[in-house]
Structures are given as structure tokens and as C-alpha cells.
């Protein structure tokens, strides 16, 4: 979704790039290749038609699955202005996948293949699509890893969790790694009392 796809930020900032980019330091430049395929508000049943369609082409070897937050019930339509349409498409055009696959895509929701962008999951369905995602990597050879990035909530957490045990897979749980790479802030002065130890609660700086 727009997490991996690199939403506001600089494509060089998405972490696709900064993956390959690692990827490439430790090997060989010619042996890594990170192909971004998130598109912004699609939710799992996408990633179905996605994995089904596109994966075939690739030859991947990793397919690191993140998907949650857009099937959650949280999400609302927000992008409602033409200026803000306008500037969603301008940002989108910078996806060569998203161009190849609009008009395709777009066939297959309108004969109801697909989830409309931004409609919830319930966790079944999101379970389900899960499944399929991972089975359709699988069957072509290539490894999958679970990715936890719905950091605003926990909607997903339970749901990738059950998989990952269910399907013997890695998961990567985004909460803790940001939280294990942040900077508490200093604490406040003045506000602990003589004697006492500040709190080690603190919000963190990202």
C-alpha cells in the first residue's frame, strides 16, 4: 500500500530503496534488484490479483508481504478535493507499475474481482487474502516474509501473526523496529521532584 509504495517522501527515502541500497552494499550490485510494487490505498484483495497476475512475471525470489492498515476499519476516504486528486495522480504517475496495471486493474474491479480501494476487511477476509498472496508466491519458487507496518494501529497485528505461525513464515514486526531505533526525548527540567527519578516513559521522536 502507500507505506511501502513511499508515500510523501522521495522515492529514494521508500524502503524498497533503502533495502536494495543495503542489499547492494553487502553483495553484488548485479546480484539485488527491490522492485516496489505498492500502490497507494489498495487494500489485501488487490494484493491477491497482484500476487496471481504480476508475480508470475518476475521471477522474485522475496516477496515481503505488507498489507493491514487500508483493510483496517480506520481507514476513510480523505482525498475528496480536485486539487488533492490532481496531486494523488501526480505522485502516482511516478510508478511505472501503477500505469502498466491501472487500466487492467481497473477491468477487474469493475467486474467485482477486487475490493474497492479503501473498503475494510474484516480479519477473515484479510486472513484469507493473506493465504492466497502467500500461496500464489509460493507455487512460483520464491520465498515470502509478513511485514507488520500498520504502525497508527494494531488491526493487522493478530491477523499476520496467526499466518506467520500458520504458514511457517518470518514476520517483521515494524513497531518494534522503530521503536528499538528511536531517541527518547530529555526529560523536561524542573518537572520530577527532588528525590525522585524521572518517568521512563516517553513518546518517541521518529
Known sequence: DSVTFGWCVAEEDSYPRQLEGMLRSRLSPQQVEVLNLGIPAVT???????ARHVLPRLSA??????????????????????????RARRILARSALYRALGSGLSRLVRRGSLGA??????????????????????????AVILADL?????????????????????LLRGRELVESHATPPPEPPGLAPAGMAPSASHELIL
Open 61 to 86: 525470489d522475496v516477496v515481503v508481504v505488507a498489507y493491514g492498515y487500508n483493510d483496517s476499519s480506520f481507514i476513510r476516504p480523505v482525498v475528496t478535493s480536485s486539487s488533492a486528486v490532481a
Open 44 to 50: 489485501s484483495s488487490r494484493g491477491v490479483m497482484l
Open 117 to 142: 480501494p479503501g473498503r475494510a476487511s474484516p480479519p477473515s477476509q484479510l486472513r484469507y487474502n493473506l493465504f492466497l498472496i502467500v500461496q500464489a508466491a509460493r507455487s512460483l519458487g520464491a
Open 150 to 170: 500498520d504502525l497508527p494501529n494494531f488491526y493487522a497485528r493478530p491477523v499476520l501473526e496467526t499466518v506467520s505461525a500458520n504458514q511457517r513464515l518470518p
